[in-house]
């Protein structure tokens, strides 16, 4: 499984403002964890690759469906799967040029049903709404840059609507809510002075109606490890998700143990989300040359997506282990061998139970939360019953360890 876009460093923003709030240590139990209790298995024919960048889980009409963005491979269309039945319900075919014309899609997600999607175009720094057929409704510009970031080489543009690395947009109010995507002018070893950072803004919003954007009053984090400069990346990428009940965003960094917390998109606060499997952890410089620092991050143990499931008031984190590559395996290549674990928390953000779960089975950028349960992929190419001519993702439930 290759890692798209490797040597273009893409740091997505976590959310802080200036006013920054702690929190008391929330308590900590491991009185629940996850137990599989089914399968599913989703058709897919020779022209739909098995891996994708945006798998969204939505409802329409009192019934359960998953947004598969078809991608990959020079495919470029949308599938909608009934995940109740386990069978196609529709295909959305897009083009490439013309009015309704959509190259460069970084990412999909439906905007409440199947009638209108959200596309981020991160190579043409647009936001298109299409509809239930493929024809573009809508088209915004969301390129934009300060003279400070020129300066030190960077540009600002809109990257979410992925799952695999988690950063959905959300949505109030006709204003759609996204992240920067911060891009760094390559080059080996690049550092930028930690001050710098906590000039960036974080998120930016959209107005639907107007086309207006403007940035939110939040800023990158000063959690560095180390008082120096850091290259890109060095732990600093996030996902976030949104939890529309209580109107409150949770954000996750790679390299940093705490999640941040907002409620009102200008004050933070952090809370304890420290795997037990793991030591504790701050973003980091590498400081190896040439290449050899990405295969220093890729081992290094991570943070990865983070998920509110609506259906539960839960939230669930996933936590990569540390990991070797083998001789035979490139620092471009996504590890199919990596044990890893999900952090379980309850509605307060107090950590109740983490489950770990084993290398060689599951590929776990591709997850999605549904009425059953948490849905994990099992299109891992390691798995012995791997089989790229079909989607298949174990449904995993709560259970309190005490009822046993």
Known sequence: ????????????????????????????????????????????????????????????DNKEYLLFGNLEKRQHELLIYDIEKQNLHKRIPLEKEGPNGVPGIWGCIPF??????????????????????????????MRQS?????????????????????????????????????????????RLDREVWKT???FNSLNLKNGHIHTLPIKYPDIFEDDVRTPAGGGYEFTYDY?????????????????????????????????????????????????????????????????????????????EFPYELKKDESPFDTPTGREFSVIIFDKDLNIIGETKFPGNKYFYKMSFVGRDGLYISENNEANPEFDEDKLVFACFKLEDLKDK
């Open 243 to 319: 939890n529309y009940k209580q109107e409150r965003l949770v954000c996750s960094f790679t390299g940093y143990d705490s999640i941040m917390v907002t409620d009102d998109l200008k004050q933070v606060r952090w809370y304890n989300g420290k795997s037990r499997h793991l030591n504790r952890m701050r973003p980091k410089v590498y400081e190896a040359d040439g290449l050899s620092w990405l295969r220093d991050a890729i081992e290094s143990p991570a943070y990865h997506n983070i998920m509110y499931d609506k259906y539960r008031d839960v939230y669930y984190r996933i936590a």
């Open 200 to 202: 960036i803004p974080m």
């Open 112 to 141: 409440f049903d199947s009638k209108t999607f959200l596309v981020s175009q991160h190579n043409s720094g647009r936001m298109s709404i299409i509809d239930g057929e493929g024809n573009v409704v809508q088209k915004y510009s």
């Open 1 to 60: 499984m290759k890692k798209e876009h490797t040597l273009l460093i893409t740091l997505s923003i976590l959310c802080l403002c200036a006013c920054q709030t702690k929190t008391d240590t929330p308590t900590v139990s491991y009185d629940i964890e996850l137990i599989e209790t089914k399968k599913i298995t989703l058709p897919v024919d020779e022209n739909t690759y098995y891996l994708s960048k945006s798998i969204f889980q939505f409802e329409e």
């Open 146 to 190: 300060s003279d400070k970031t020129k300066r030190i080489g960077l540009w600002v543009d809109s990257r979410f609507g992925v799952s695999f690395f988690y950063t959905p947009s959300f949505i109030k109010d006709s204003i759609v809510y996204f992240s920067n995507g911060i891009f760094i002018q390559y080059k080996i070893n690049q």
